[in-house]
């Protein structure tokens, strides 16, 4: 094992906070719906897939900016999260079986993905992608930077949200204690459904994201799960900031290990960082 130099340290160090604050931004939305709703919603990888290859569509074919393809997609996906969420109250799904549900709404999102796309790798090539900068002897691509920026707008947001707003706390107080949030006149359904459609627009968010930085291929649908999963957990269910910080511990942790060691070793490195702090912090994930 030699060690690299400062510079390369440095770089991968950056690397990894850009990578991690992905994760976060994937694992926001996953988190609140876990946390708050107590639904474990697996489809919620799959709508950030169709959210990216939706950008890369409208980007390469309709000319749009990928940012300003967010004006579409967004309200589309919140749309989309609100009716899944109305649709599994309606049937009053118990946890598991909903966590079913949205398993089988990410195949129909894989298979869906195929026939309109194929299998085969696409890239959006959009202006940002070439577009870096220097911070001293660091080089800082624009598109993860755009990364790292909405992740952090977008968390502290949501933490304003759920500590400041009426809306917040009677989420909150209904993920206490449901029967005496209700008897208080919180309106648990209908604040499930505001809550799952935003979930899914942060999923959208995430999308447009994944789109502006990584090749996509619908079989990277489920290489992303364990690790966001990883940062969720580590973050703290229902937070707003834990997956931000959960994903840049990670991020960072795989980035140094791959600069030091061997690419190989990341997973083990971030994995066995979970499992430390889920048997240091027990129930308190």
Avoid at 234 to 258: D, F, K, N, R
Wanted: hydrophobic residues 60%; contains cysteine; charged residues 10%.
């Amino acid at each position: 094992m030699t060690w690299p130099s400062l510079t390369l340290l440095s770089q991968s160090i950056l690397s990894g906070i850009f990578v991690g604050s992905l994760y976060g931004l994937l694992g926001l939305g996953l988190g609140l719906s876990w946390g708050l709703l107590r639904l474990i919603n697996l489809a919620h990888f799959a709508f950030a897939f169709l959210a990216a290859y939706l950008c890369y569509q409208l980007a390469s074919s309709g000319r749009m900016d990928p940012l300003l393809t967010l004006l579409l997609i967004v309200p589309a996906f919140f749309a989309l999260g609100a009716a899944l969420h109305w649709l599994m109250t309606r049937f009053a799904l118990t946890p598991f079986n909903s966590l079913l549900l949205t398993f089988g709404v990410t195949g129909i999102v894989e298979a869906l993905i195929q026939t309109l796309w194929t299998a085969d790798f696409r890239r959006l090539d959009s202006h940002y992608a070439h577009e870096k900068f220097r911070l001293g002897p660091l080089f800082v691509p624009v598109p993860e930077l755009i990364t790292l920026v909405l992740a952090v707008a977008l968390s502290l947001g949501v933490w304003a949200v759920l500590k400041y707003t009426d809306l917040g706390k009677a989420l909150r107080a209904a993920a206490e204690d449901a029967p005496v949030a209700a008897a208080f006149g919180v309106d648990q359904r209908m604040h499930g459904i505001v809550l799952a459609g935003t979930c899914s627009a942060l999923a959208a968010v995430a999308g447009v994201c994944l789109a502006l930085t990584f090749t996509l291929a619908p079989s990277q649908i489920y290489a992303w799960i364990g690790v966001v999963f990883a940062a969720v957990m580590i973050g703290g269910l229902g937070s707003a900031l834990g997956p931000l910080l959960g994903g840049v511990l990670i991020g960072v942790s795989e980035a140094v290990t791959m600069a030091v060691t061997a690419p190989s070793w990341a997973p083990i490195v971030s994995f066995t960082l979970l499992i430390l702090i889920l048997l240091f912090r027990p129930g308190k994930a």
